[in-house]
């Protein structure tokens, strides 16, 4: 593996990992998780659809699986996050501030722009297509 392979795993694999950890309690508390969207000035249902992402996606991402269909949707989140939820309160993560929410952005956008690492189901997939190990269709 290159470089660039271990950055993506890395990326992705850290990312998958946070938001399984912030996604979970949202999704074994879903009323919780529609009144903090409502808390921030979203609306209530909105919260539904951002503990599934979190959750599900957290998962998607920790194995590597649709990486360059997940990372996106998640960037936006985190993008969306940091403007409205985290932005008044400036940089300092310790003052709720954007920092986490500028770093994960970051990590997605590396994740999805070097692409899947040969450790990732995405990229054994790609591989083994390449390597010919799976007869292609004709």
Partial sequence: MTRTDW???YSRVFCGISFLVHGTPKILNLNGAMESAAG???PEVAGIPIALLEFFGGILLLVGLLVRWIAPLLMVEVLVSGVWVHGRW???VYSYGYEFA????LLLLTAWWLGPSPLSIDGRMG????????PSEA
């Fill in 90 to 92: 400036g940089w300092d």
């Fill in 40 to 42: 921030v000035g979203l």
């Fill in 127 to 134: 591989r083994r297509r390449r390597e010919g190990e799976v």
């Fill in 102 to 105: 500028l770093a994960l952005f």
């Fill in 7 to 9: 950055i993506s795993t």
